[in-house]
C-alpha cells in the first residue's frame, strides 16, 4: 500500500515538472520561458486572442476567415484561392532585423505563407515569403522547388532534402533577417540563404511574378504577415526577437 502511495506521488510530481516546462499553459496561451524573456524574445501570437493583429491595409482583425482554437491561430477553408491581400493578416508592429520562429500545420492539399517586410504602401502584399505549402499535391508546389515549403516563393528554390513533414503534421519554421542577410530554416536546418540587394536576388527577381515591381529586393522595416489563400492552416507558438547590428543571425 505504502509503494502505491509513493509511485503515484511520484508521477503527480512528474506531470507537474513536466506542465511547468511547457511553453503553452493549460488553457492553450502561449507562453516564453524566463530565458526567452531575458533573451529578447516578444510573442506575436498568445495562444488565446487575436491581440496584435489585423487585416491588411484594414484598422481591425477580419471577422471572418481566422479563428483561434486549441491554441492555434487557423485560417478556415473557403475558396482555395488566394484572397490577394483581402483575406490576410499582419502584426500591428513593423520589423527590420529580426529572428521569427513559429509552428504551423498545412492541411492536405493546402496553400498559405509567411511574409516578411510587407509594406502597405504597395497595392497588394507584395513582399518576401516564407512558402508553407503541401508539397505532394499543391499543384503550385509541382511547378518546382521554386514553389515548395520554406522557399523564397518564386524566387529561390528549396532543396529537395529539406527535413519537410507532410500534410497534416506539425512542422517548425524560422526566418532570419540580419542587415541584409536573410535566412529561412525549417524543422532546425537551415534550408536557404540569400542577401538583401545582391546580384543574385535581382537575377532571381527578374525571373520571377515579382520582376516588374520597384524595390521589392531592397530591406524596408515591414510586418510579418500570414497569408489567406482560402486553405485550411494552423500557426501557433509565434515568437520574435529582435536583432542588434552585431546579434549572430544563427544563434
Do not use: C
Not at 155 to 161: E, K, S, W
Request: aromatic fraction near 10%; glycine fraction near 10%.
Amino acid at each position: 500500500m505504502h509503494r502505491r502511495v509513493f509511485f503515484t506521488a511520484l508521477l503527480s510530481a512528474f506531470a507537474i515538472s513536466l506542465a511547468a516546462q511547457s511553453p503553452k499553459s493549460a488553457s492553450g496561451s502561449a507562453q516564453l520561458t524566463a530565458a526567452e524573456q531575458a533573451d529578447g524574445w516578444r510573442l506575436l501570437f498568445d495562444g488565446s486572442s487575436t491581440n496584435g493583429w489585423r487585416g491588411f491595409k484594414k484598422a481591425a482583425f477580419p471577422t471572418t476567415g481566422w479563428v483561434v482554437e486549441n491554441g492555434w491561430l487557423k485560417h478556415v477553408k473557403t475558396s482555395g484561392q488566394d484572397s490577394r491581400g483581402g483575406g490576410d493578416i499582419i502584426s500591428i508592429d513593423t520589423f527590420g532585423d529580426f529572428d521569427l520562429r513559429f509552428e504551423w500545420k498545412i492541411s492536405v492539399g493546402g496553400n498559405s505563407g509567411v511574409k516578411y517586410l510587407v509594406t502597405e504602401n504597395r497595392d497588394g502584399p507584395i513582399a518576401h515569403e516564407y512558402q508553407v505549402i503541401d508539397d505532394a499535391k499543391h499543384p503550385d508546389a509541382l511547378i518546382g522547388p521554386h514553389r515548395a515549403t520554406a522557399a523564397l516563393y518564386d524566387v529561390i528554390p528549396a532543396p529537395a532534402n529539406k527535413p519537410l513533414k507532410p500534410a497534416g503534421n506539425i512542422n517548425s519554421g524560422r526566418i532570419v533577417v540580419n542587415g541584409n542577410h536573410v535566412e529561412h530554416w525549417l524543422n532546425g536546418v537551415k534550408v536557404i540563404e540569400y542577401e538583401l540587394g545582391s546580384a543574385a536576388l535581382k537575377a532571381g527577381k527578374a525571373k520571377s511574378k515579382f520582376k516588374d515591381v520597384p524595390g521589392w529586393e531592397d530591406k524596408v522595416n515591414g510586418h510579418i504577415l500570414l497569408q489567406d489563400h482560402g486553405d485550411e492552416v494552423y500557426f501557433r507558438n509565434i515568437k520574435i526577437r529582435e536583432l542588434g547590428k552585431t546579434t549572430a543571425s544563427t544563434r
